[in-house]
């Protein structure tokens, strides 16, 4: 038997398949937005994964550190590290900012780690080039994504940094590369104040009577000495012996220390779920919103190519066709433009959209698989109102009269 | 009684009822040979459309007989299940203007209506050259519908409308597009095709150039038929 649907598209296959390839930019753009999606959450597992931590033991009642802010006191590692259960704490600092590098400045997550050795909690874990900070100030690791190369000199704050290191996918759960700096630095960059502030700032101690009483000696001195100085970190990473459950471990800190901990699975939660959800929201409105116009846009196209075709279609009809050809016909057209569209999409999306698109596009092949699923699905559903269309043709038509 | 041909008997039409219904066919009788080509003519409004359509099972009279071959058809109503099966299989249809479909070659134009009665490929493309070798357009075989000229198309669709060996064509104003030469020519084919393959052929026309050629015709007014004598006047 010939195949009707395939010969009217090789009959006319230039407007056929520049029809596809501009239905196929639409879906491009819809495999692109469900990569933006897939990316974020990607970088948001990215930075658990690359924290190295079991639990984060964060400020009472808080999301923190990356949902909302958090500080504990600098020393409170000292007192989880010898809970039963834990192997490894670290405190840790996160600071999202503008790093300046010469005459550039880049977005970045500057976390303050502490020092240690590779392996420790908060620590990249592995290295693309150079080594990882050892020294206790003024060095730095940074994300390649940065651009910053080895020896760069950063500007973080009022303090310069070589970059003796460079990692790879440590970012943050918005996408923004990370810069790691010793935790010393990271707590000072955090509360440091313009030279003015400070003088503004112990002007305004002196004069408060409070601070300032002749018959206490040294006591204007120490309170400006506290005011100068950050005992604060945003969190301490913890690891956990091997046999021991996170979420018991999770317990007793909540319990004795009277802080919030999150095991990964939580910690996970409040980033994909709280985090990253309204982008989420949105991009699903997207895909929502581009698949509707996809459906509109394919039942359009079929249904004015049907219209065309409306004396054939009589004539077929008149001549003893049945209503399953005519119906093939339709549906088979409809489902190859659809597949010239997923293929032109797949192309754009994964060659020309992911590689220039300025957030991680994460493009997994079960979502090629289920788009590809919802093109047919899509195409077939698109094809009802040219099917009604073709059906309704009275064959009387090719007769005229 | 005839082994082939069509024979119709008191074929009524009504459009519509109550007051505004209208009879387009008021009993209609008609007897076709096989091997005959006879003209039905009429004026615009007469009833030819309207008989056409009966006769091509497309739309349903209301009253009347219609004995196709040996099978009666319609007897006050259809006696036949699937009326498309009884078009593609019985029923050869020209129209005014080809219609080929085109997107499909000359002889994919022509070998698809025995594909859809369930014949081979190969077995209908070769009816189809048979059929282009006697209506001269073999040349034409690969040939998309748009590279032909008006004559060719029409050959073709003759081609279209005897491959499945109807006992019965139906032609609606075949000349109507063709100068007087080409219009002859066609009529002559018709003619030719009608006597090799025992087929009886209707054709619809008002067309005073091959009006002549009929030995039989038909005249349609107000839904009632006359039959009167042709001239059958030879071709040149």
Redesign the interface.
């Known amino acids: 038997?010939?195949s009707?649907a395939g010969?009217?598209i090789?009959?006319?296959w230039g407007k056929f398949v520049f029809t596809g390839m501009g239905l196929g930019l639409l879906i491009g753009v819809t495999l692109s937005m469900a990569g933006i999606y897939r990316g974020m959450v990607d970088d948001a597992k990215a930075l658990l994964d690359n924290s190295g931590a079991d639990l984060w033991v964060v400020q009472k009642d808080t999301l923190g550190p990356y949902a909302e802010p958090s500080s504990i006191y600098d020393d409170t590692w000292r007192a989880i590290r010898g809970m039963p259960g834990v192997a490894r704490t670290a405190n840790v600092t996160y600071l999202t900012m503008q790093v300046r590098q010469g005459d550039r400045d880049v977005r970045t997550m500057v976390t303050g780690v502490t020092a240690g050795e590779s392996g420790t909690p908060g620590w990249p874990p592995y290295l693309v080039a150079g080594r990882q900070i050892t020294r206790g100030h003024y060095e730095a690791v940074a994300d390649i994504a940065t651009k910053f190369k080895l020896g760069d000199r950063l500007q973080i704050r009022r303090n310069h940094y070589t970059v003796v290191g460079l990692t790879r996918r440590m970012v943050s759960s918005g996408g923004d590369p990370m810069v790691f700096i010793p935790l010393k630095d990271a707590q000072e960059a955090q509360f440091l104040k313009d030279n003015d502030a400070i003088h503004q700032q112990r002007r305004r101690t002196a004069a408060n009577p409070s601070f300032n009483r002749p018959q206490v000696p040294g006591l204007l001195d120490s309170v400006i000495a506290s005011q100068s100085t950050n005992p604060y970190v945003n969190a301490v990473l913890v690891q956990i012996e091997p046999g021991h459950s996170p979420d018991l471990v999770a317990e007793s800190i909540r319990r004795w220390k009277r802080l919030t901990v999150y095991t990964r699975s939580q910690m996970e939660e409040i980033l994909v779920g709280k985090l990253i959800a309204t982008s989420a929201k949105q991009i699903a409105m997207f895909l929502v919103i581009l698949s509707v116009v996809s459906s509109a846009i394919v039942a359009f196209i079929i249904y004015t190519l049907t219209l065309g075709k409306i004396?054939?279609i009589a004539?077929?009809?008149?001549?003893?066709?049945?209503n399953r050809?005519i119906v093939g016909l339709i549906m088979q057209q409809s489902i190859a433009l659809g597949l010239i569209g997923f293929v032109v999409g797949k192309i754009t999306a994964t060659l020309l959209m992911a590689p220039i698109f300025p957030k991680y596009v994460l493009l997994e092949p079960l979502d090629s698989v289920i788009g590809f699923v919802a093109v047919v699905v899509i195409c077939i559903l698109a094809s009802i109102i040219a099917i009604r269309a073709a059906l309704k043709v009275?064959?009387?038509e090719?007769?005229?009269? | 009684m005839l082994a082939k041909g069509i024979r119709i008997e008191g074929l009524k039409k009504r459009y519509g009822s109550g007051d505004t219904a209208v009879d387009a066919l008021r009993g209609v009788d008609m007897q076709v040979d096989p091997g005959e080509v006879v003209g039905l003519v009429g004026p615009s409004g007469s009833g030819k459309s309207t008989l056409l359509k009966c006769l091509g099972a497309v739309i349903e009279p209301t009253a009347g007989r219609m004995i196709l071959g040996d099978t009666t058809i319609y007897d006050n109503g259809w006696k036949v299940n699937d009326l498309r099966a009884l078009r593609r299989d019985k029923i050869g249809f020209i129209f005014q203007a080809p219609y080929l479909i085109p997107f499909l070659d000359v002889t994919d134009n022509v070998a698809l209506l025995p594909m859809l009665a369930g014949v081979a490929n190969g077995e209908a493309r070769q009816r189809a050259r048979e059929l282009f070798q006697a209506l001269d357009v073999e040349h034409r075989a690969k040939a998309m519908p748009s590279q032909l000229s008006g004559g060719e198309q029409q050959r073709v669709a003759i081609a279209r409308g005897l491959i499945n060996r109807p006992p019965v064509i139906l032609a609606d104003e075949p000349t109507a597009p063709l100068d007087s030469t080409r219009a002859l020519a066609v009529i002559r084919i018709l003619n030719d095709m009608a006597r090799k393959f025992e087929t009886a052929i209707i054709i619809v026309t008002h067309d005073e150039k091959i009006i002549p050629t009929f030995k039989r015709i038909y005249h349609i007014r107000d839904g009632v038929t006359y039959e009167e004598a042709g001239e059958g006047r030879a071709f040149e």
Do not use: F, N, Q, Y
Request: proline letters at 4%.
């Open positions: 038997m010939i009707l010969r009217d090789m009959h006319a004396r054939e004539v077929l009809k008149l001549i003893g066709t049945k050809t009275d064959p009387a090719a007769i005229g009269g």
